[in-house]
């Protein structure tokens, strides 16, 4: 089998912001076509940051970033942020907020209209497409956010704990929603969260990050099936992958912290 294309590639990567301390130290990451890679590590250690670099909002001081086979900012069309804040227009129904990637792009009212009530649909939003954020709870606004941003067919998806400020119930369905979400729009996602077991639910790959400097301190490769079921949870290979993360964590976590 040929082996899956690389979707982003950091080499010996370096960043700083402005005059200020390292913040990451020597990146080195491959993700490949169809990876769903976690990112979790102490508070401070770089995070968002590699998120922000693949995104072309920020610079790499040192060494190499290609994503899609380009320099980041040149493949900004193909990839879409989801962040922890919801970030809707207030002023637009859940309809509008989804329709506003397609507007930008010009695509026509009609056909946007019918891509992101389709989207809606797809998130179980259907019934609430012409709700304000205001009306909206804090699971169905990112319901609204994830489909907003997959109205453009991103092949590269990057979500900052973007169930970060959710109940764990609330934040339990939408991981499998958003698992259910990729089965057909088969984006590449690289995600960012503190919690383990969400990171184990979701990823095949997961990285530990260590801080002062930011660096990659393990990998741990996840290799139960998809699609994942809720029940998995409960099983035992899911809870020793749990104490496995959890152990690394414990490894890099400030002694003084
Ligand atoms: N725009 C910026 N200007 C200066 N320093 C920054 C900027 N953004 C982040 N930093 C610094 O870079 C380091 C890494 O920040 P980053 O937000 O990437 O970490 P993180 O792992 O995502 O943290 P958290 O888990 O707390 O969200 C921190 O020391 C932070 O203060």
């Not at 990451?24 to 102490?42: C, E, H, N, Q």
């Not at 590699?50 to 290609?66: D, F, M, T, Y």
């Not at 859940?94 to 792009?105: I, S, T, V, Y």
Request: proline share 6%; with cysteine.
């Amino acid at each position: 089998m040929e082996p899956a294309a690389a979707i982003v590639k950091f080499t010996s990567l370096k960043k700083r912001y402005g005059s200020g301390p390292l913040v990451l130290d020597g990146v080195d990451l491959t993700v490949a076509a169809g990876d769903f890679v976690s990112l979790i590590g102490p508070s401070g250690c770089g995070k968002s940051t590699v998120l922000k670099l693949v995104s072309g909002l920020n610079p790499a001081s040192e060494g190499g970033l290609e994503v899609l086979g380009t320099k980041p900012r040149l493949a900004r069309d193909r990839q879409a942020f989801i962040f922890q804040d919801a970030t809707l227009l207030p002023w637009l129904t859940a309809q509008g907020n989804a329709e506003l990637p397609l507007r930008l792009r010009g695509v026509s009212s009609a056909d946007r209209r019918t891509k992101a009530a389709a989207m809606l649909a797809r998130v179980g939003l259907e019934p609430n497409a012409g709700y304000y954020p205001r009306q909206l709870s804090g699971g169905m606004k990112m319901r609204v956010s994830i489909a907003r941003a997959l109205t453009l067919s991103p092949e590269l998806l990057l979500l900052d704990e973007p169930f970060g400020a959710l109940d764990e119930m609330t934040r339990n369905r939408l991981n499998e929603q958003l698992l259910a979400l990729r089965e057909q729009a088969r984006f590449t996602a690289m995600f960012v969260t503190h919690s383990v077991s969400e990171a184990v639910f979701l990823s095949n790959r997961i990285i530990v990050m260590a801080a002062n400097p930011g660096r990659l301190h393990a990998e741990v490769k996840v290799d139960f099936a998809y699609p994942r079921r809720p029940e998995m949870r409960e099983r035992p290979e899911f809870q020793a992958k749990v104490n496995e993360v959890s152990r690394l964590l414990h490894e890099v976590e400030d002694p003084l912290g």
